[in-house]
């Protein structure tokens, strides 16, 4: 079966420490790669995680604030150094187009990759940035003080088959293939239907929450998401500096994860004000218990709904 998993690259804020690297997390998704935020020494991060440049489709930047961009540089030029064998689509919010162009042509290379910026207008409501059979990529405006946007994959729902179903109806081999194509076969002179034989599967949901105040973006990304990754800066002590900056403390992320019915919380872009994330992940327990603090390299499984 096809892997789902998110590898964390990167988990600091604003300054990356020895142990926490600027923001990057790529997740696994059946055949596509996804990296959101390339923060400066996204590339290295990727060769600790044995990542190729070839896994890549789609990079998904929140905002330009250099924790989150400064690795797209190197990440559009290794894909021409590796001479990726299909397109790069690079989505961002569309008012940090010269920031994007900037990095894109920061050094000299010679671009042989090709690369497709998709600037997305940045709204307060949900908005389709790519639509492929397999899953719906959302964006939804965030409260940062500068154009910032967060992401929402969702697997298009489908059908599960009821095996006690399928064997009363004698329905089995190629014909079960035959009934989700075209939604029903006949058998002895009978039609049935791929209704009659399964239930509604809704499609597994990963939402990428990054800087923010808690917000109804935040809300309307993380809904009943399978999991929620956000930016959890700060500890509730300093509840105060997440509200100054734009930014969210780990009880806020806790918070939007409990709102939104999200299944379970992964908390990062920590401040490098704290020596461990302990507290964090004490706060964000006490109101949401399905919280995990993430390391780099950390790799979270996806899991599928049935
Ligand atoms: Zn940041
Ligand atoms: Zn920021």
Redesign the pocket.
Same mark, same amino acid.
């Given at each position: 079966m096809s892997v789902r998993e998110i590898v964390a690259l990167g988990t600091a804020?604003?300054v990356p420490t020895r142990l926490r690297n600027h923001n990057g997390y790529f997740l696994r998704w059946d055949d596509e790669g996804f990296l959101f935020d390339p923060g400066e020494g996204t590339q290295r991060q990727m060769a600790f995680a044995t990542l190729a440049a070839s896994a890549l489709n789609r990079v998904c930047v *929140? /905002?330009f604030?250099g $924790? /989150?961009c400064l690795g797209l540089s190197g990440i559009i030029q290794r894909a021409s150094l590796d001479r990726l064998p299909h397109p790069l689509y690079v989505h961002f919010p569309a008012s940090g187009m010269q920031y994007f162009e900037r990095l894109r042509f920061a050094s000299i290379y010679h671009p042989a990759a090709e690369i497709v910026p998709c600037p997305i207008e940045e709204r307060d409501e949900l908005v389709v940035v790519a639509d492929t059979p397999a899953y719906t990529l959302y964006a939804h405006a965030l409260v /940062?003080?500068?154009p *910032?946007v967060g992401y929402r994959l969702e697997e298009k729902s489908g059908r599960r088959f009821l095996p006690e179903k399928l064997a009363a109806a004698k329905i089995h081999g190629p014909m079960v293939g035959e009934l989700a194509r075209q939604g029903f076969v006949e058998r002895d002179g009978v039609r049935i239907t791929a209704d009659e034989v399964s239930t509604f599967r809704p499609g597994t949901v990963v939402a990428f929450v990054? $800087?923010t105040r808690p917000c109804k973006g935040a809300l309307a990304l993380a809904r009943d998401a399978d999991i929620l990754v956000m930016e959890a800066t700060y500890t509730a002590e300093d509840q105060q500096l997440a509200n100054e900056h734009? /930014?969210s403390s780990a009880a806020d992320a806790a918070r939007t994860a409990r709102e939104a019915n999200a299944k379970k919380l992964a908390i990062t872009h920590f401040s490098q004000r704290y020596a461990s994330t302990e507290q964090h992940v004490r706060d964000a327990k006490a109101i949401f218990d399905d919280t995990v603090a993430l390391h780099d390299l950390d790799h979270i499984q996806i899991p599928r709904r049935r």
């Open positions: 804020s604003q *929140t /905002h604030h $924790d /989150h /940062h003080g500068v *910032t990054m $800087d734009g /930014h």
